[in-house]
């Protein structure tokens, strides 16, 4: 069984930057996509960013030119590189997973394997 565990979350302020780390266990991770999503209370859950396993990226417009999502997959870690953040990305950032070498999706739903979450807060 997958497992996913989230760090790097904290309180920043509007500019500053902060870089997330997920390790992954349980499975090969070479043959996963790697995904970030994140839920603000009373909002839906929010796509962030997606990688391949070869390294393909998708990201959303929100986020484009200010995060930066990575894999080591010697050290089975995803990263996400916050840059220039605002208020608006405060939320609780989860790391995915899903079993497929090349798939690129946005869609929840295509995500089996969730971590716990962890809070990004940007104060104005």
């Known amino acids: 069984q997958v497992q996913l565990v989230e760090s790097g979350g904290g309180l920043v302020q509007a500019g500053g930057s902060l870089r997330l780390s997920c390790v992954f266990s349980?499975?090969?991770?070479?043959?996963?996509?790697m995904a970030w999503f994140r839920q603000a209370p009373g909002n839906e859950r929010e796509f962030v960013a997606t990688?391949?396993?070869?390294?393909?990226?998708y990201y959303a417009d929100s986020v484009k030119g200010r995060f930066t999502i990575a894999r080591d997959n010697a050290k089975n870690t995803v990263y996400l590189q916050m840059n220039n953040l605002k208020p608006e990305d405060t939320a609780v950032y989860s790391c995915?997973?899903?079993?497929?070498?090349?798939?690129?999706?946005?869609?929840?739903?295509?995500?089996?394997?969730w971590g716990q979450g962890t809070q990004v807060t940007v104060s104005a």
């Open positions: 995915v997973a899903v079993h497929s070498l090349f798939a690129i999706t946005s869609i929840p739903s295509d995500y089996a394997a």
């Open positions: 349980g499975r090969a991770f070479s043959s996963y996509g």
């Open positions: 990688i391949s396993s070869p390294g393909a990226v």
